[in-house]
């Protein structure tokens, strides 16, 4: 898997758009970019996956550089339960061998 | 929805004791995974299992063992607890999509809400 960076933090305001950026500029051809989500004391929430085009689901929407070096999640409005660490993943490997890094720290405040 | 459960959000074991963390997803899926997530240390993978009774050695497997003998359930063993295997433990489950040796595309992970161990 190729690795992340992200950054530790970050805050947004309530209703606003949050974008959480990640750069991986040695990923490959064939690894797919994967964002997750853990809310304090649960377990990880898959939230999308792309690899070329730009995807959008009822959660958010990820935008893919042209040349794939980096990233954005967008939470179009923000809300005080999307306060949580996201993970951003490159990966290939079915899962097998999938690496979480730190991390985003995402802060919504009222 | 995919469901997966596991036995005990929180367990209090003595050291030496053998513990059993069992996990079950209700989606058919083919392979199952054990983490432990640690302060500063982020998500670590224990072992992983791609069919039944097949498991795999995760980056730390040591003081663990894995049993898969149906596809729904994936336990972990803690031969005899010790106080450094203190912590929260996390299964999860994929759908295998590609074929044989082509990975990629919706092997999202599915996770439990996660066990507390202490282990005193």
């Known amino acids: 898997d190729a690795k992340t960076t992200q950054p530790t933090s970050m805050d947004c305001a309530e209703g606003r758009a949050a974008n959480l950026p990640c750069n991986h500029s040695?990923?490959?051809?064939?690894?797919?970019v994967y964002w997750y989500r853990q809310i304090h004391s649960q377990g990880p929430q898959y939230i999308i996956h792309?690899?070329?085009n730009n995807e959008t689901n009822e959660m958010a929407s990820l935008i893919i550089t042209e040349d794939r070096k980096s990233s954005t999640l967008i939470l179009p409005h923000a809300t005080l339960r999307d306060t949580a660490v996201y993970y951003c993943?490159?990966?290939?490997?079915?899962?097998?061998?999938?690496?979480f890094g730190a991390g985003t720290r995402l802060f919504v405040k009222a | 929805d995919v469901k997966v459960t596991q036995s005990s959000r929180y367990l209090v074991k003595r050291t030496g004791e053998k513990v059993f963390l069992e996990c079950v997803q209700d989606?058919?899926?083919?392979?199952m995974f054990w983490y432990r997530q640690d302060p500063g240390l982020g998500l670590r993978l224990i072992y992983f299992?791609?069919?039944?009774?097949?498991?795999e050695k995760g980056d730390i497997p040591e003081g663990y063992s894995v049993s898969r003998e149906k596809k729904e359930r994936f336990s972990l063993i803690l031969e005899s607890a010790s106080t450094n295997q203190t912590s929260m433990y996390l299964c999860?489950?994929?759908?295998?999509?590609?074929?044989?040796?082509?990975f990629g595309s919706g092997n999202e992970q599915y996770f439990g809400p996660g066990t507390r161990l202490t282990v005193t």
């Open positions: 989606m058919d899926h083919e392979n």
């Open positions: 999860a489950s994929s759908f295998y999509r590609a074929a044989p040796g082509l």
């Open positions: 792309g690899l070329k």
């Open positions: 993943i490159a990966s290939n490997t079915g899962g097998f061998k999938t690496i």
């Open positions: 040695t990923i490959s051809g064939n690894e797919y």
């Open positions: 299992s791609y069919d039944v009774k097949m498991k």
